[in-house]
């Protein structure tokens, strides 16, 4: 993928060449997930259509739904104006989130704290528990 | 904001006590674009009702549309699991993007490289002018 060198990527928590990845819904457009992705990650995603991601936590490849089976079928990939960036417009297979939820996004913050407002899929434990 | 206890920052390219900032329209659920708060920028989004962020670039605080009359009214905040970004759902007047856009996601990847996708519906050079 030649646009890699278009992009300006960061550190993040002291993990060099990242871009930030928004994952949404390709239809309802709904903002699923945030996450991170390095070259290989990208690149991984281009050619296969299903979103790979760099884990800042466990420092590795990350396809997501390895664990969960809750993979994301990538159709269009958009890039900000900066290239530090991109949008993953997927298809996604069950919740987005390892918490149960439709998406990782399903708390608002309310006068008096945080409030849950999205729509739980899965019983977390019941889905990882096999790793 | 008693909140902000309850986030994880990151510390990108140096800068510490980030969280990623999404902004969505809150009627289209297009995302307009991507950048970073810290607590000030978060309170004072929440206080006021108009996005505030940390300008990574200038490193300071920096509201929306200062320069360019292009702010965006806040009317709610979610919040994600691991509590390191939200997104702020958002009226934006005029264009998201610096560059003259609609949202800062105005390129899609091709096989032939990026490919402009989005509205152009100002031009940069008149709107920023007078800094």
């Not at 990845?21 to 992705?37: G, P």
């Not at 149960?100 to 945080?114: A, H, M, S």
Request: some cysteine; overall charge negative.
């Amino acid at each position: 993928m030649t646009i890699w060198d278009e992009l300006k990527t960061r550190t993040v928590d002291g993990i060099e060449g990242l871009i930030t990845v928004i994952v949404q819904d390709k239809d309802s457009s709904e903002v699923l997930m945030l996450a991170y992705a390095n070259r290989e990650a990208l690149e991984k995603t281009a050619e296969t259509g299903l979103a790979h991601y760099y884990s800042t936590s466990r420092k590795k490849l990350w396809l997501k739904g390895e664990s969960s089976g809750n993979t994301q079928k990538v159709s269009e990939i958009l890039v900000d104006c900066d290239g530090d960036a991109v949008i993953y417009k997927a298809e996604q297979k069950g919740g987005a989130c390892h918490r149960g939820y439709r998406t990782c996004f399903y708390r608002k913050i309310t006068e008096e704290g945080l409030e849950t407002v999205g729509e739980k899929l899965f019983e977390p434990d019941e889905v990882y528990k096999k790793k």
